[in-house]
C-alpha cells in the first residue's frame, strides 16, 4: 500500500492459479476473482488490471482468448478494466492479474489490528480445495462442482461497504493457509488469541466428505504446521480448517454490538452463508472449540 495523500492511499497485488474446473472461461473469472480479493481484504477498491498468463506449448489459442475473457469480463465488472499484461511460455498453464486499487487509509483492513472482544464473520464456506482435488481425481463430476465454482467466482467485493459501516478495522481472506493459516496470522499480528467455533465454519457441500475419504492437497498437511509456527494452537482442527481455499472468504473482525447487523446485511447481499465463526481474546496462538 502508498500512501499519497490524507485521504488517498494505493493498494497494489498480484496473483496466479493453476486450472482448477476444465471450462477455460470460468478459469479465467475464478482467477480474476482471486487476485481481486486481495484489494477487497484491505477495504480497498479496485480501479485497473494487468493480465499475466503462461502457457504451455500446443495449448489453442481459442483455449488461450477464453481464459482471457473470463478474467477481463471479471475484472471489469469489479470496475478494474484489464489495460494490459504479459504473456509467456512455461511448463504449467497459470493466469491471473495484477491489481491496483485505492482507499481511505484511515479504513484500511490489517491484518494485526484485532481487538479482545472482536467477534469474527467469515463471508464463505470452506472446501474448495478437496472438492476440486476429488474432481480431478473423477470422485466427482463437474456437474458437482457447480457450487464451489459459483463460490469461487462470487467477489468479495459487495461485502466491504457494510463491513466499513461496521466499523471493521481488521480482517483477511482466506487463500492458501487455510482458514487455520490465516486466523494464525491475524493472531500473531495483534498479539492476541482467536478463537474458532469449528462447528459454526460452513462448508461447500460435500466438502466433509471430500476430505474424510482422503482428497487433500499437501497444503492440507503443511497448514497445520505454519500455524503451529506462528503460536500455540490448542483443540483438534478439522481437516477443513486447513484446506487450502481459492478465492475464499473473508475473515473479518467486528465488535459485538454490530454482528447481527453486520450478517443480516452480508446475507442479503449474497453471501447466504456468511456465519460468526469465533471470537478475539487474551492470550496468543489459536484454540478451536467444538
Not at 482468448?65 to 478474467?71: H, S, T, V, Y
Not at 457441500?205 to 487433500?216: C, D, H, K, N, Y
Not at 503451529?228 to 467486528?254: F, H, I, K
Request: charged share 20%; glycine share 12%; proline share 6%.
Amino acid at each position: 500500500m502508498y500512501r499519497i495523500s490524507d485521504d488517498r492511499a494505493l493498494v497494489f497485488t498480484q496473483d496466479v492459479i493453476t486450472p482448477l474446473v476444465d471450462d477455460p472461461v470460468a478459469y479465467g473469472a475464478i482467477a480474476a476473482t482471486n487476485s481481486l480479493s486481495d484489494i477487497f481484504a484491505m477495504g480497498g477498491k479496485p480501479i485497473m488490471s494487468l493480465g499475466f498468463i503462461g502457457v504451455p506449448n500446443g495449448v489453442p489459442i481459442e483455449i488461450i482468448a477464453d481464459i482471457e475473457r473470463g478474467g477481463a469480463e471479471t475484472a471489469l465488472a469489479a470496475g478494474a478494466p484489464v489495460l494490459g499484461g504479459h504473456s509467456i511460455e512455461c511448463k504449467d498453464l497459470i493466469y491471473g492479474l495484477a491489481v491496483i486499487g485505492e482507499v481511505h487509509p484511515d479504513r484500511v483492513f490489517r491484518n494485526d489490528a484485532l481487538r479482545i472482544g472482536d467477534q469474527l464473520i467469515l463471508t464463505k464456506p470452506l472446501g474448495t480445495a478437496t472438492l476440486t482435488t476429488a474432481a480431478k481425481n473423477d470422485a466427482l463430476s463437474e456437474s458437482e462442482l457447480s457450487e464451489v465454482i459459483a463460490g469461487m467466482r462470487m467477489s468479495n467485493g459487495p461485502a466491504v461497504d457494510p463491513m466499513q459501516r461496521a466499523g471493521v478495522r481488521a480482517a483477511t481472506d482466506i487463500t492458501g493457509f487455510g482458514l487455520l493459516g490465516h486466523a494464525a496470522e491475524q493472531a500473531a499480528a495483534s498479539g492476541v488469541c482467536i478463537v474458532l467455533n469449528q462447528t459454526a465454519v460452513p462448508a461447500y457441500s460435500r466438502a466433509r466428505e471430500m476430505l474424510e475419504r482422503g482428497f487433500l492437497t499437501r497444503g492440507n498437511k503443511s497448514n497445520q504446521r505454519y500455524a503451529e509456527s506462528l503460536g500455540p494452537v490448542a483443540g483438534e482442527p478439522e481437516l477443513l480448517l486447513r484446506d487450502p481455499q481459492t478465492s475464499g472468504g473473508l475473515l473479518a473482525a467486528v465488535r459485538p454490538g454490530q454482528l447481527e447487523t453486520l450478517l443480516k446485511e452480508l446475507r442479503a447481499l449474497g453471501f447466504p452463508h456468511a456465519s460468526h465463526v469465533g471470537e478475539v481474546v487474551a492470550g496468543a496462538g489459536l484454540r478451536v472449540i467444538s
